[in-house]
């Protein structure tokens, strides 16, 4: 009798990456998610010990605990452990933090790294294994470092300063000033009038093909500017075109080519989502993560449509470049192949250019044949980034330019003016047959509607008309998440996967807020700017902050060891934090008295604002609202109170908005504000309401909680199953027009058709 052969263990990251792989490895293989980071510093303290080479004391998080168990059991039985961990510096330190947490020192274990979760490129990476690359651990362990010390050390002196709860980054603080620096430009910009010109022709034989000119300089010295800056010069001008003699003076026709635009990396993919989608950075990598990781297609079971979606590199595949010719000969014909693949050389200092650009596993599998297996968000986020990479590799774009020079004779033997007219018209579509790339102003490449008519040399030409047009100058436009990212990604300021959990956390702490698809710093965020760049101008200077990126990546190439490099940042913070620990906390003193010990208010911020409170504090902490900022008129409801019975009301609080007592502070009863769904809980009847778990996510549960701990996942239906009558659920994948529910009490699953219910408070 053979003996069995143990299993070997695979650990990944996520669930979802999981179950990808395990169908893809098959059952000789035991996979198992340690779900995100299995170790980091605590929360309670620094966690570096500044004084011993900034060495960090790692911990195993409470709710890692099992994750971590459950791995240490499946290891002890396994042949051999493979971490398959995420192919980026963070993922590479999950790794390595595994085999600590999980007592795998002594077990045979080796790194596996791919791109791709795609059979092909799954089993290419189990031939080629390796160790942990520490060169890699160690620059994100620097990272780590860095960010623990500036957020511990500089978060503190805004509590003092403003309240408890503000917090200070090493790149988060860079990316609110960039904001806020931007709006007191917007603010102290002065508009500067200025004037154009645009000219109405005809030829002289045939008045009817008009076109249009715009005043541009002078004939005889083309370098020569000419600046309306009023509405005198603007009148001048047109009365010297009104009485001019018209002629061509040059007409330059030329094909001009456009190459498509390079296949997605992480910015310009945030970039695009932000501009055609609307989706924040934080949601296009939420839904790219779930694309990547692996999406069940049917029959086919979990597959990953995307390579890895953190990469600042535009390199492609030999055989994903050849697969896409191949498909773009057979959609569009041979003429939208380009003559040799395309190669893109994307100029990101410090580009980790063993990954690739984020591109379909396959462009075979065409957005419409998938549409049915992916939501919404996925479906329109693989669509552009399959549009983008197809088209990346598809041919020029060739467009018809033709540019004229004119010459404007005054009667008046003034100098001659020089008009031009300049039009471009699509002579061969190319890559624009597939995809063109959004603008940040949403507007589209200006390829001229209105050919020119054939014009020749020395062409006399008969006035139309004259539209003198008034203009200002404008200041430079608010960030967008879009283009904040791009200057994130120009200046160097962070990597790939820090972009999108910056532009989120500025957001978050309520230094900057949105307005529409603008970013705009918040009062709070203006004041916590000015501190830091009063008090730590160099730590959030983005030449400061973009070198000590360049550092990070010197020791993820094994150029410069990692405590040094945490030990020539840290000291002169020391100094700073030293320097600033007598400066006065931020009070705005007030006229107003306090009516309970009559000293003067100060302006204070708290989590909900600035408020009043009495200068006397501690002793006195009587507070009010600034005058224009009282609180809301509580909300009357028909709720009764559990407590006492009385009528409740609809408050605001720091968590949002909750049911209250109206007897207060007598009966302190209070419960949250949650929402019917208009279903019965199938266990004791009481309403099913939505709720949010402390990671936020949506889940459903009975209103008579704790009595009744009944929960549902997805979104309860108002139709009973047809098949045992139990409750019904929504399915989380949807066919356009239709709604799928599937039953929690037996097996039945199918199409719904019900009333969606007016939801109401709880």
């Known amino acids: 009798m053979t003996k069995r052969k143990n299993k070997s263990l695979v650990v990944v990251e996520s669930p979802a990456k999981a179950r990808t792989i395990s169908r893809?490895?098959?059952?000789?293989?035991?996979?198992?998610?340690?779900?995100?980071?299995?170790?980091?510093?605590?929360?309670?303290?620094?966690?570096?010990?500044?004084?011993?080479?900034?060495?960090?004391?790692?911990?195993?998080?409470?709710?890692?605990?099992?994750?971590?168990?459950?791995?240490?059991?499946?290891?002890?039985?396994?042949?051999?452990?493979?971490?398959?961990?995420?192919?980026?510096?963070?993922?590479?330190?999950?790794?390595?933090?595994?085999?600590?947490?999980?007592?795998?020192?002594?077990?045979?274990?080796?790194?596996?790294?791919?791109?791709?979760?795609?059979?092909?490129?799954?089993?290419?990476?189990?031939?080629?294994?390796?160790?942990?690359?520490?060169?890699?651990?160690?620059?994100?362990?620097?990272?780590?470092?860095?960010?623990?010390?500036?957020?511990?050390?500089?978060?503190?002196?805004?509590?003092?300063?403003?309240?408890?709860?503000?917090?200070?980054?090493?790149?988060?603080?860079?990316?609110?000033?960039?904001?806020?620096?931007?709006?007191?430009?917007?603010?102290?910009?002065?508009?500067?009038?200025?004037?154009?010109?645009?000219?109405?022709?005809?030829?002289?034989?045939?008045?009817?093909?008009?076109?249009?000119?715009?005043?541009?300089?002078?004939?005889?010295?083309?370098?020569?500017?000419?600046?309306?800056?009023?509405?005198?010069?603007?009148?001048?001008?047109?009365?010297?075109?009104?009485?001019?003699?018209?002629?061509?003076?040059?007409?330059?026709?030329?094909?001009?080519?456009?190459?498509?635009?390079?296949?997605?990396?992480?910015?310009?993919?945030?970039?695009?989502?932000?501009?055609?989608?609307?989706?924040?950075?934080?949601?296009?990598?939420?839904?790219?993560?779930?694309?990547?990781?692996?999406?069940?297609?049917?029959?086919?079971?979990?597959?990953?449509?995307?390579?890895?979606?953190?990469?600042?590199?535009?390199?492609?595949?030999?055989?994903?470049?050849?697969?896409?010719?191949?498909?773009?000969?057979?959609?569009?014909?041979?003429?939208?192949?380009?003559?040799?693949?395309?190669?893109?050389?994307?100029?990101?200092?410090?580009?980790?250019?063993?990954?690739?650009?984020?591109?379909?596993?396959?462009?075979?599998?065409?957005?419409?044949?998938?549409?049915?297996?992916?939501?919404?968000?996925?479906?329109?986020?693989?669509?552009?980034?399959?549009?983008?990479?197809?088209?990346?590799?598809?041919?020029?774009?060739?467009?018809?330019?033709?540019?004229?020079?004119?010459?404007?004779?005054?009667?008046?033997?003034?100098?001659?003016?020089?008009?031009?007219?300049?039009?471009?018209?699509?002579?061969?579509?190319?890559?624009?047959?597939?995809?063109?790339?959004?603008?940040?102003?949403?507007?589209?490449?200006?390829?001229?509607k209105t050919p020119l008519p054939d014009l020749a040399t020395n062409d006399p030409l008969r006035l139309m008309d004259l539209f003198p047009e008034q203009h200002f100058t404008e200041p430079p436009p608010r960030f967008t998440e879009a283009s904040l990212v791009k200057s994130l990604e120009e200046k160097g300021i962070g990597r790939p996967s820090t972009y999108a959990p910056t532009v989120a956390t500025i957001q978050d702490r309520g230094y900057v807020e949105r307005d529409g698809r603008l970013l705009r710093p918040t009062d709070l965020g203006f004041l916590v700017n000015d501190l830091l760049v009063e008090h730590f101008p160099d730590f959030v200077d983005e030449g400061f902050t973009a070198e000590m990126e360049t550092e990070l990546d010197e020791i993820a190439s094994g150029e410069r060891p990692w405590q040094p490099v945490v030990e020539q940042f840290y000291r002169p913070l020391e100094h700073a934090l030293e320097a600033a620990k007598e400066v006065a906390p931020q009070r705005e003193m007030t006229d107003v008295k306090c009516d309970k010990c009559g000293k003067p208010m100060v302006v204070r911020w708290g989590r909900r604002g600035q408020f009043l409170a009495c200068s006397g504090f501690p002793e006195c902490r009587n507070t009010r609202p600034l005058e224009g900022e009282e609180e809301p008129q509580p909300e009357p409801t028909e709720e009764k109170c559990h407590e006492c019975g009385a009528e409740m009301v609809i408050r605001s609080g720091r968590f949002g908005r909750f049911l209250a007592c109206t007897r207060y502070p007598e009966c302190k009863g209070r419960r949250s504000l949650l929402t019917k769904t208009g279903v019965s809980c199938p266990r004791d009847g009481g309403d099913l309401v939505e709720r949010r778990s402390r990671k936020g996510r949506t889940f459903y549960g009975c209103f008579n909680y704790p009595k009744c701990d009944f929960v549902v996942w997805s979104k309860p239906l108002t139709t009973a199953c047809p098949q045992c009558g139990g409750l019904l659920t929504a399915e989380r994948q949807q066919e356009e027009g239709k709604l799928k529910g599937r039953c929690s009490a037996c097996d039945w699953r199918g199409e719904v058709t019900e009333k969606e219910p007016a939801p109401t408070s709880a």
């Open 24 to 448: 893809i490895l098959g059952p000789e293989y035991e996979i198992r998610a340690s779900v995100g980071h299995v170790r980091d510093l605590p929360k309670s303290s620094l966690g570096v010990d500044i004084e011993q080479g900034f060495q960090p004391k790692y911990v195993i998080p409470r709710e890692k605990a099992s994750a971590v168990k459950e791995i240490r059991r499946a290891a002890e039985s396994a042949a051999t452990v493979y971490l398959a961990t995420d192919p980026d510096r963070e993922g590479e330190a999950i790794a390595w933090h595994l085999i600590a947490a999980a007592d795998l020192e002594d077990k045979p274990h080796r790194r596996v790294v791919f791109h791709e979760i795609t059979p092909e490129a799954v089993r290419e990476a189990f031939r080629h294994t390796r160790d942990i690359d520490m060169q890699l651990v160690d620059a994100q362990q620097a990272r780590r470092v860095l960010d623990r010390l500036v957020g511990y050390r500089l978060s503190p002196f805004l509590w003092k300063q403003v309240r408890r709860g503000l917090s200070a980054g090493r790149v988060q603080s860079v990316a609110a000033r960039l904001v806020a620096e931007r709006e007191r430009e917007i603010q102290s910009f002065t508009p500067r009038e200025y004037w154009t010109v645009d000219i109405d022709l005809a030829q002289a034989e045939n008045a009817d093909k008009g076109f249009r000119a715009r005043l541009a300089g002078y004939a005889e010295d083309k370098k020569r500017k000419l600046e309306i800056e009023n509405q005198i010069e603007a009148e001048r001008l047109v009365a010297l075109l009104k009485a001019a003699a018209y002629r061509v003076l040059a007409v330059q026709q030329k094909v001009q080519s456009r190459r498509p635009a390079a296949p997605f990396i992480t910015s310009t993919l945030q970039q695009e989502a932000s501009r055609r989608l609307g989706f924040s950075a934080k949601r296009t990598m939420a839904v790219a993560q779930q694309l990547y990781e692996g999406l069940p297609l049917g029959s086919r079971g979990e597959v990953g449509l995307i390579t890895y979606m953190r990469t600042d590199s535009t390199q492609v595949a030999k055989t994903a470049q050849r697969e896409a010719r191949e498909h773009v000969a057979a959609k569009f014909g041979k003429e939208f192949v380009p003559p040799s693949p395309r190669e893109y050389r994307k100029k990101v200092k410090g580009a980790q250019e063993a990954h690739e650009a984020i591109r379909p596993t396959s462009v075979l599998r065409e957005p419409e044949a998938v549409r049915r297996y992916l939501n919404n968000d996925q479906n329109r986020l693989y669509m552009l980034i399959w549009q983008r990479f197809l088209a990346s590799q598809m041919a020029d774009a060739q467009f018809d330019q033709t540019a004229v020079e004119i010459e404007a004779k005054p009667e008046t033997g003034s100098d001659s003016l020089l008009l031009r007219a300049v039009n471009t018209q699509l002579r061969f579509a190319g890559y624009r047959q597939l995809y063109v790339e959004g603008r940040d102003n949403g507007d589209d490449e200006d390829n001229g």
